[in-house]
């Protein structure tokens, strides 16, 4: 039996993560935005992408 193994990172409120040596993703709490190879690549997506904050429900309420 084998234990899963995680990668993960955080880049401009982004996850990056990799489970099983597989392909990296970048994600937010409810979406995957992207897939790729390397950890360079989904590294360089994030930080070309505008920074992420994830609204809580009083926020969205108030508004």
Do not use: I
């Amino acid at each position: 039996m084998s234990v899963p193994m995680l990668n993960r990172m955080h880049m401009n409120g982004y996850d990056v993560l990799s489970v099983n040596n597989g392909p990296w993703r970048v994600c937010t709490k409810g979406d995957r935005l992207a897939s790729f190879a390397s950890r360079e690549e989904a590294l360089a997506f994030a930080a070309s992408l505008p920074g992420y904050r994830s609204k809580s429900s009083k926020q969205a309420n108030s508004q």
